[in-house]
């Protein structure tokens, strides 16, 4: 099993940057993809950024050229820069990793972090 842990979020004011970082530990295989979520307050959990294994990157739509995803595969962490950020962007944020386990293929979360943007 996969434990993730977030770190970084914050209240930051409008046009401001934050930088989320997760670490993963525990037991398993390998790690694949790795990525951020976020959660409005009365809005449903949305991708914001994913890192594949040995893939491209994808972003939502709302964030492309404002925030970067980064992975260090030897340390099993994922970090998301956050620039010009926006209250739109107000949520909690979670880390989701899917790796092999003993059990096969499981997909783990963070407790979230939150990230508040004042206008």
């Known amino acids: 099993q996969v434990q993730l842990v977030e770190s970084g979020g914050g209240l930051v004011q409008a046009g401001g940057s934050l930088r989320l970082s997760c670490a993963a530990s525990?037991?398993?295989?390998?790690?694949?993809?790795m990525g951020w979520y976020r959660q409005a307050p009365g809005k449903q959990r949305e991708l914001v950024a994913s890192?594949?294994?040995?893939?491209?990157?994808d972003y939502a739509d709302s964030v492309k050229g404002r925030c970067t995803i980064s992975r260090d595969n030897a340390k099993n962490t994922v970090s998301l820069q956050m620039n010009s950020l926006k209250p739109e962007d107000t949520g909690v944020y979670y880390c989701?990793?899917?790796?092999?386990?003993?059990?096969?293929?499981?997909?783990?979360w963070g407790q979230g972090t939150q990230v508040t943007v004042s206008s």
């Open positions: 890192s594949p294994s040995g893939g491209r990157p």
């Open positions: 525990g037991s398993y295989f390998s790690i694949t993809a």
């Open positions: 989701h990793a899917d790796a092999y386990t003993v059990y096969g293929k499981k997909g783990s």
